[in-house]
C-alpha cells in the first residue's frame, strides 16, 4: 500500500518521465473522466476488483499516465466527487463485498485534488455483480479467464493438490530408504532432535501429513514408495541430461522417487561434473565446486516444491557445458516474477508440502532460500541464478564459472570483521567488476529495489570504502573504489582489462554531458571525469580536446576552479 506523502513524492518524477513508469504491482494511476459520472465510478469499480485480485494496491485518481509534465499530467478529480458514494458503490457492485478507503491529496495542478483509492488484501477471485473481473499482473489488469481463477485458487490455498487425502495409512506404501533419507538431510539443516526420533508415521502425522485416517499426497510425495507415488502422483518424476549439444546428450536417467531420494540421486549425478578448486590460503586448502552445493539445493528444492503435479511433466536437470538448467512446470504465481522474485512475499503452490519441509527446516517460508542460491554463487565471484518464465513453467540456470579466489577471500575477511555483504552489496560488487560504473536506476533494477532502497545500500557502501560516486541528481553514477578493484582484480590493470577505453570513455563523457544540458544543469569539471574515467589529468586533457573538435556542441571549461566541460545544442 503506498501511503499519501509515498505518492506526493512519485508525483514530482513526472517531470522526467510518464506515470506509466511509476506504476507497479501494487499502483496504478488514472485519468478521471470529466464527461461522464457514470463511466467514471465505473472504472473505479473494475480498478478495485483488478487491486484486489491482484493482492491489493492503491488507485490514484486524476493523474493522466501517458503524458509527461507534472503540470500537463495532473488533471484532478472535480470537487463534487463524493467518496462516501464511491465507496459505497465499488460495495454494492462486487462480489465478494470490497470496502475501500479513500484518501484525498491536495495539488497545485488541475482541480487542486486528486483521489487515492486503497484496496486491502482479501480473499479473491473478486468479480462484479455481473461476473466480470480482471487480476492485477505487473502494470496490467488482464481477464480473470478460468485459468487465472485456477491460479488464484492455488495462490490461496483452496486447491493445495499435496494435501488431499488419497490413500489409507498403511506402511506398505512408505519407502524406508525416503524416510531416512528425509531425517538425514533435515539432521544436516538441524532439525529439532525430537522431531526426527518419531517413528514414521509419528513423524508424517506431526507434520500434518496424514488426514482422517489417510496419507496425504504430501505425505506420500516425501516417504512413499514408487508404486505408490505412480499411482497417486502421476505427475511426478524426475531427468536429468548431461547434454553434450543443444539436441543430443551423454548420460540420461529418469526416474520416479520421493522427494528426499530425488534430491540425493541428482546431486549424486552431478558429482562427476562438478568440478572442484582447490584455494591455498596460509596453511590451509579450501575447496569449492563450480556450482556450490547450496546453490544446487536451493534450486533443486524449490523445483519439486512448486511443482504443479497436475501437470504431465518431469522436473528437468540439463547440464550443458557452460551452465546447469533446472525447471519444473507450474509458472510463477501470487505476482511474483524474474524482476521481483528476490524480495516478493513468498507464496506456496503446495502449501502443506512446504509447510512440512519447513519444519524439517529442508525450505524456508521467508524468501531465504532464492537469497541463498544469489548468495552462494556471487560470494565465489560467479554470476548470479538466471531465472526466467517460460509459458507454464520456470528456468533457473546457474551459469558455469571460475572461482575468484580475491574476491572469496575479500567476502571472508569483511565477514570477520562483522561486514556480512548482502545480496545487494554482491551484485553490485560484481556488477561493478565487469563494468565502469553504474546509475541509481540501473542499481535499482539490477538488485529488483526501489531507488531510495538502492541509495541507501549504495550510500553504506561508499562509507565502507567499496565504492564511490560522482554527479548529482540524476546524473549521479557509482564506481568501485580504485583500491578496491586493484585487490579483487590482483593488480591486473593490463590494457586488456582497462576500466573504460578510450572510445568508451569519450562516448560516456559526452553522453553525460548532453543529458546534464537537457535538464539544465552544470557541466562537468576535469576532476569529475577524471573520477569515472581513472585517467589522468593529461588523458582527461587529450580526451576532451578530442571530444571538442569532434563534436561542435563541446564548449571549453574555461580557467579556475570552477570550470566545466559542457554541451551547447547548436
Sequence with gaps: MRTAANIE???????????????????DFKKWDPKSRNSAVRAVVEMAVCMANGGGGTVVFGVADRIQGRGQAILGVPPEIDTNLLKKAVYDQTDPKITPVFEELAVPEGTGR????????????????????????????????????????????????????????????????????????????????????????????????????????????????????????????????????????????????????????????????????????????????TWPEIAVREALMNAFCHLDLRIAG??????????????????????????????????????????????LRLVNRSNLGMNRMFSALLMEGKEPPHIREIGESVVVGLPKRDLNAAFRLFVAE??????????????????????????????????????????????????????????????????????LYNRLTEGDLGEARRRIDWEAAKTRVLSILMERARRGEPGLSNKDIRQFTRFDRNQVHRLMTELRQENSGLQPPGKGKYARHTFKQC
Design 114 to 289: 486528486l483521489l487515492l483509492m486503497q484496496i486491502y488484501p482479501g480473499m479473491p477471485p473478486y468479480t462484479d455483480t455481473a461476473g466480470r473481473g480482471t487480476l492485477r499482473i505487473s502494470k496490467d489488469c488482464v481477464p480473470l479467464t478460468g485459468t487465472l481463477r485456477r491460479k488464484i485458487g492455488v495462490e490461496t490455498g483452496e486447491t493445495d493438490y499435496t494435501s488431499e487425502a488419497v490413500a489409507r495409512m498403511d506402511a506398505a506404501l512408505l519407502s524406508a530408504t525416503a524416510l531416512e533419507a528425509l531425517r538425514n538431510q533435515a539432521r544436516r539443516e538441524r532439525a529439532p532432535d525430537d522431531l526426527l526420533g518419531l517413528s514414521d508415521t509419528e513423524l508424517l502425522a506431526t507434520l500434518g501429513l496424514i488426514k482422517r485416517g489417510k496419507f496425504t499426497r504430501a505425505a506420500l510425495l516425501l516417504a512413499g514408495d514408487e508404486p505408490a507415488i505412480r499411482e497417486y502422483l502421476p505427475g511426478h518424476n524426475w531427468t536429468f541430461l548431461q547434454m553434450t549439444s543443444d539436441t543430443d546428450y551423454g548420460v540420461r536417467e529418469d526416474r520416479v522417487s520421493a522427494l528426499p531420494l530425488s534430491v540425493q540421486r541428482i546431486e549424486e549425478l552431478l558429482v562427476p561434473f562438478n568440478a572442484i578448486t582447490t584455494y591455498k590460503q596460509g596453511l590451509f586448502h579450501y575447496e569449492y565446486r
Design 414 to 483: 569483511e565477514s570477520e570483521r562483522g561486514r556480512n555483504l548482502g545480496v545487494d552489496e554482491l551484485l553490485l560488487l560484481q556488477h561493478l567488476l565487469q563494468r565502469p560504473e553504474i546509475d541509481t536506476g540501473t542499481a535499482a533494477t539490477l538488485c529488483q529495489r526501489s531507488e531510495p532502497e538502492i541509495r541507501e545500500r549504495l550510500s553504506g557502501m561508499e562509507s565502507a570504502g567499496y565504492v564511490e560516486h560522482g554527479g548529482t541528481g540524476r546524473g549521479a553514477y557509482w564506481c568501485i573504489h580504485p583500491d
Design 9 to 27: 513524492t512519485l508525483l514530482a518524477e513526472l517531470d522526467h518521465c510518464v506515470a506509466d513508469n511509476l506504476e507497479d504491482q501494487d499502483l
Design 314 to 359: 518431469p522436473v528437468m536437470v540439463k547440464l550443458y557445458s557452460d551452465r546447469l538448467e533446472i525447471s519444473n512446470n507450474g509458472g510463477l504465481i501470487a505476482g511474483i516474477t524474474p524482476a521481483n522474485i528476490l524480495h516478493h512475499q513468498p507464496a506456496a503452490r503446495n502449501p502443506l508440502l512446504v509447510e512440512a519441509l519447513t519444519r
